[in-house]
């Protein structure tokens, strides 16, 4: 038979691997990771005529669908031409599954599909129609090959996380690293 105090002791051990066995990556720590550090701007073209793409304001909801990380960026879009230039905002929203690489400490997205589009002015959609889907591309891309969050091997527990990741789960409103 054990001793209180052992079996305290023992359960209170238990409890603490249990602890120490997952860290969480929040959706704020996301975007603030990704509105810092993630710059993406393409131009195609010349001052005359040419089109330019921006992003900014990243948001993230993690969970909402099993395995899966939704991002939404506001995007602005110049059209520059002689007849008509357009100016206009597109919030764009894809889904994808997150998954950690171990060689670089990061967190990627792939299986990325673009889910929503909306358009500000509303009606701007028909004169950029033809750009839209290389536009599309470009940001689909670059979302599949920068990380979303990177953990920082400057800081102690974050550099033991880094070296004990062995898989990502996705929760409502958060990431669990799992070692």
Not at 6 to 26: E, F, K, R
Not at 65 to 89: D, E, G, S, Y
Request: charged letters at 20%.
């Amino acid at each position: 038979m054990m001793k209180p105090l052992t079996l305290i002791g023992v359960m209170l051990l238990l409890l603490l691997t249990g602890c120490a066995s997952q860290y969480s990556i929040t959706e704020s720590d996301i975007e603030q990771y990704l509105n810092k550090d993630m710059h993406f701007e393409v131009k195609q073209g010349n001052q005359l005529i040419g089109v330019s793409l921006k992003l900014n304001e990243i948001q993230v909801v993690l969970g909402q669908k099993p395995n899966t990380m939704a991002v939404t960026a506001a995007t602005v879009i110049r059209v520059n031409n002689p007849l008509l230039p357009i100016q206009a905002r597109l919030k764009t929203t894809f889904e994808a599954e997150p998954w950690y690489d171990s060689k670089t400490k990061s967190v990627y997205l792939r299986q990325l599909n673009l889910v929503k589009v909306e358009s500000e002015p509303k009606d701007i959609e028909r004169y950029i129609a033809q750009a839209t889907p290389q536009l599309m591309g470009f940001l689909r891309n670059y979302l599949q090959t920068q990380p979303v969050y990177t953990l920082d091997v400057n800081d102690s527990n974050q550099a033991l996380m880094a070296k004990m990741t062995k898989a990502l789960e996705v929760h409502q409103g958060k990431l669990v690293v799992k070692f």
